[in-house]
């Protein structure tokens, strides 16, 4: 499952940093708003860390400069793996700009979001929005192209509403000589709730030059293997199950190298928390707002607790941090609990409940 002979070709001008396992598909992690950030970055690195990441994105405007707490997942990165920066935008002068600003920090590459959902982000004409809007798609790759020297990468949807455009989209991607390109197999009105389209991926990879990365439910190592094979990509992006199951990126090289994969009991999953509760929730948060910025990460990881949903349920409740823990404690700890197996995949019909602009790159 390595590397095609089309893609090593398309990668001789701006090659892509080599994979943890060389030979072995790249595996990223999705940028996520509020929840890539540095803390998250560096939790991974403890517990599997990918080939890639992928910043939160860089809102650019009139008035925007890169935002700090991005950047310190770029600048103060000490995982060893390479970091792409960002961008979401419409207009080109300042886009260009921003491309400068960060070109001075020690970045990977660019990327460019062409697949936000979140309405409130759409509706601005920037992420998912823009591929309503193709000429202007035209004109933005061709700015960032020239503004960039090095890597310069496209994350997409396959369509707004529909995939009639997806064809036209793709050859943008090889007349700016895009260096690699993700494809989420969903339009942007599919949010997540939609079925993934894994041969529209396939599609992109037979009609593109760079490599493919696909994204989208890719939620175990066996997944991500049939994923591969379905699509033929390059590489596989990985967003709310590695908010889920942190050890994915490893238990995937794992998977695919033809070893034993780590399979993680309740217990493991406990520790998990307690890193995550040091990882994002800030020394100055109060009580509550820490229960509630780690709640947004368990509403993934309770999808894999148990069938019935009942921590999701009792977690949802609590009402600060040390109620919230204790909620873990008696779910995956107490009466035997911590000796069960979580699950690889999550339970049918256990659902997480992410706000919109949380989902947004997920």
Known sequence: ???????????????????????????VLAPMQDVTTLG???????????????????????????????LA?????????????QLIGEDIPHMVRTVGQLLRHPVAGIDLNLGCPAPKVYRKNVGGGLLRDISHVDALL?????????????????????????????????????????VHGRTVKGLYRSAVDYD??????????CPVVANGDITSPAKAAWVLQKTGCAGLMIGRNAIRNPWIFRQVREFLGGKAVFQ???LDVRGYIDSLAEAVCLPDMTPLRKAARLKKFLNFVGMSVDPEGAFLKAMRLAQNLDELLRV?????????????????????????????????EL
């Open 73 to 85: 997942s770029i600048v103060a990165n000490d995982t060893g793996r390479p970091v792409f920066a």
């Open 264 to 266: 993680p009991t309740l």
């Open 200 to 209: 529209a991926i396939a599609l992109a990879v037979r009609n593109v030059t």
């Open 328 to 360: 873990s404690d008696e779910f995956l700890v107490n009466d035997g609990q911590a000796e069960k197996m979580f699950s690889m995949e999550p339970y049918p019909g256990v659902v997480a409940r992410p706000n919109c602009e949380q989902g947004c």
């Open 40 to 70: 998250f970055m560096r939790l991974l690195k403890d517990y599997g860390v990918p080939d890639l990441f992928v910043t939160e994105f860089f809102r650019v405007h009139e008035t925007s400069t890169p935002e700090k707490h991005i």
């Open 1 to 27: 499952m390595g590397i095609s002979a089309h893609t090593a070709e398309a990668r001789e001008l701006h090659p892509l940093p080599e994979p943890i396992v060389p030979g072995q598909p790249w595996t």
């Open 142 to 182: 061709g700015a960032l192209r020239a503004a960039t020297p090095g890597i310069l990468s496209v994350k997409m949807r396959i369509g707004f509403e529909d995939t009639a455009s997806f064809l036209d989209f793709l050859s943008l991607i090889n007349k700016h000589r895009v260096d690699w390109l993700t």
